[in-house]
């Protein structure tokens, strides 16, 4: 396998794009030297890469492909769309049709707004709450990696370079399956905090019906709850996991798996909040979500393609069944090798990720970055093992094939230094101050 035309192309695209691509989770620095660094073409859960590589690869397109890609059903009810035309001087019919279909699915939304970007619907759904309550403050769940792009959230982060300090004030946080962490940050700033968003379930399973109490408190101290389904929806079920849990939150978004890949995202929730940024209500006008491409009409058409697939077949079972089967015959390797305390898989079947570790049993990215590097050796990119409808049995058990001889290798790492089989560097977190 050589990465000859990948090399040409990294070299031109940092020329041109700062960090050569257009998601930091896709970037060189996520990846080990060896790896394929652009992908031509893709066909369910297969993709070809320049230099004309094949590989399985896992957690297709940021979670969002979670059908396969090129899925015919959602390619063709989008193909048929643009030849009616993507984008109009006045709404589309389409926007209502969709809306209606996701609606009758979606338990606790009565209104919904499309977008393009997950983070479009996390920072209209802040916004909201803001103008809602009329409270400055905000508070997400520190426990979780990602809710916006915007300033609000990264802010708070390492890579905060061009955010005020008055708009990072506003945030603050608290943790997860900690009621007490919620509860002195209401105490600490009083009728000060708009909402708080987190993600019903990211690897750890809420406890004691964290959920719930937490909308308790919310409601107590007039704050909305925001659910962010990104990942959730359409994965742990279709409305989220906020089904799973019974849970009612104020708003939800949901972005990821709606279509299939399409730039399409939403902000659903309670008529009494979302109408605040609609034309029949007496308070302040709420600009909410008004993007010149929010709502292309080929997005849509793939949306309700998906939504159609995923309520005849049985999308989420499978995504769970076929994780499971993955789950078992990786963890079986890292016993196998003996390696179970370094190499660990963890979340729900339909969402697996896995930590590495060292001798010291301290979190490597050496290892990590051994690891990807003998999967993309044997034919597989697996930054996670976030799996789709389009995994194969055969995939599944090639991938297992593949993750036992990468082990084999991880394990003799453990003993003689990984830096005598890493070829090149390590790979860096995303979220760091400096490069
Ligand atoms: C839970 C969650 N919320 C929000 C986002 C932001 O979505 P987008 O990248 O589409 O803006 C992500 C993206 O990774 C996410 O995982």
Known sequence: MTFTKSRQLQAKSHSLIPGGTHTYAKGDDQ????????????????VWDVDGNEFVEYGMGLRS??????????IEAAQRQMLLGSNFTRPARIEVDYAEELLGVLKNADMVKFTKNGSDATTAAIKLA????????????ADQPFFSMDD????????????????????????????????????????????LILEAETVEEPKDDFLNRLRGICD????????DEMITGFRWHLNGAQAIYDVVPHLSTFGKGMGNGFAISALAGKREIMQLGGLDHASDRVFLLSTTHGAETHA??????????????????????QGERLQKGINQCSVRHNISGQFKM???????????????????QAFRTLFLQEMIRHGFI??????????????????????????????????DGVEKHLIGRAVKPVNRRYN
């Open 31 to 46: 990846f080990p030297e060896e790896a394929p660094a652009f992908i031509l073409q893709g066909k369910g859960c297969h």
């Open 65 to 74: 492909v979670t059908l396969g890609h090129a899925f015919e059903p959602v």
């Open 130 to 141: 803001r103008a809602y309550t009329r409270r400055d403050m905000v508070a997400y769940c």
């Open 152 to 195: 609000w959230f990264i802010g708070k982060s390492e890579l905060n370079a061009g955010i005020p300090q008055t708009i990072r004030e506003l945030t603050v946080t608290f943790n997860y399956n900690d009621l007490q962490s919620v509860k002195a940050l209401f105490a600490t700033f009083p009728h000060k905090i708009a909402c």
């Open 220 to 227: 107590e101290n007039g704050a909305l709850l925001i659910l």
């Open 300 to 321: 849509l058409a793939a949306a309700r393609a998906t939504l159609n697939f995923y309520k005849n077949t049985d999308v989420i079972g499978i995504l769970h069944q």
């Open 346 to 364: 963890q979340g729900r079947t339909c969402n697996l990720t896995y930590i590495t570790k060292d001798q010291k049993g301290e979190k490597s």
């Open 382 to 415: 697996a930054p996670s093992f976030v799996i789709s409808y389009a995994h194969s049995n055969e995939d599944v058990d090639r991938t297992i094939e593949a993750v036992d001889l990468a082990l084999a290798v991880y394990a003799n790492a453990l003993t």
